[in-house]
């Protein structure tokens, strides 16, 4: 099992379209693929329709699990987590995918108790995904924005971090700081968790002629600050942010065009990274040239 986080500072660039076309992807092609909605604002769950609601349902909250599991118990995740391989039944060959769905209050709840109990509790949701690795080959975790317990919390779970930037100068600044994070997750836990950076994710991106300076400043600013940019951007698509509406991802829904093509690459490239030393990572050139849509 690989346990990927998603993750960036910076609010609105695509974790969340990332985490869940990654996670209803890498299931087309095959895998048995665990998305987990760390987000109290439950946009991952919504993005492949699971929204709790009811007392029933707020028991399946992630928010719950990790409450229930701070105070010594341990819960069968196989009666909580959402089955959504429904997705994927056009498709031969696909895997599964399975939802850990989340929902505000207990999921805020959730981030107090951890806050309360102190870093020692970070490496909470490694232990609870540990608990399942024989049934998943992927793990793709969703976060929220900002330095928070909670996103630590899925820091000290992953394997590897992907980050994501749109090209823009603040989300740049974003991804570093994520960057930089991942960097002290091993000292703060001990040495329990150790994740990987792998990567940046540029996103909404337009087509390189049209890139202006601030667009070639930010893809160069990835390479500068270590941030490993992916050579596959993600371009702006509509079809990417009309999925949320159906609960369908758009790599499920468009999955032989533009959405399916761009994350289908992505996914071939983080698969190619997590198998190679850094040294042989492919990463994208420097520009060096004018921007060429000035
Ligand atoms: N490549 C894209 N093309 C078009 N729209 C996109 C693309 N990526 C994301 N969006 C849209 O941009 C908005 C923000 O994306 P998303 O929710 O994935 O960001 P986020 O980083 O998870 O936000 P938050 O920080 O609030 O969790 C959404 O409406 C989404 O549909
Ligand atoms: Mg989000």
Same mark, same amino acid.
């Given at each position: 099992m690989k346990v990927i986080a998603v993750a960036t $500072?910076?609010?609105?660039?695509?974790k969340t379209s990332t985490t869940v076309n990654l996670a209803a992807g890498l299931s087309l092609a095959g895998a048995r693929v665990l998305a987990v909605d760390l987000?109290? $604002?439950a946009q991952a769950g919504t993005a492949v329709g699971v929204n709790l609601s009811g007392e029933d349902q707020l028991a399946r909250s992630l928010g719950w699990i990790i409450q229930a599991r701070l105070q010594g118990m341990r819960m069968d995740l196989s009666n909580l987590w +959402?089955?959504?391989?429904e997705l994927l039944s056009?498709?031969?060959d696909a895997g599964t995918l399975h939802l850990l769905a989340c929902e505000e209050s207990t999921m805020t709840a959730a981030q107090d108790l951890i806050h309360k109990k102190?870093? $020692?509790?970070?490496?909470i949701l490694r232990r609870i995904l540990l608990d399942v690795e024989? +049934?998943?080959?992927f793990v793709i975790i969703d976060t929220p924005p900002a330095v928070s317990s909670l996103s630590a919390t899925a820091l000290a779970a992953a394997d590897y971090v992907i980050t994501v930037s749109i090209p823009e100068y603040p989300a740049l600044k974003g991804a570093a700081a994520t960057r930089g994070t991942v960097r002290y997750v091993k000292d703060r836990t001990g040495g329990e968790c150790d994740p990987q950076f792998l990567g940046a994710v540029l996103n909404r991106s337009n087509p390189p002629s049209r890139w202006k300076s601030q667009e070639v400043n930010v893809r160069n600013g990835l390479l500068d600050n270590d941030l490993?940019?992916?050579i596959t951007d993600i371009r702006t698509d509509n079809r990417i942010s009309d999925s949320f509406a159906f609960g369908v991802p758009s790599v499920i829904r468009y999955a032989s065009h533009g959405p399916g093509k761009m994350y289908g690459q992505l996914m071939g490239q983080i698969v190619e990274r997590i198998q190679q030393?850094?040294?042989?990572w492919e990463m994208p050139e420097r520009i060096e040239s004018e921007a060429p849509g000035e």
């Open positions: $500072q910076k609010g609105g660039v695509g987000d109290p $604002q +959402f089955d959504r391989s056009e498709f031969e102190g870093y $020692q509790s970070t490496p024989d +049934f998943f080959d490993a940019p992916f030393p850094r040294e042989k």
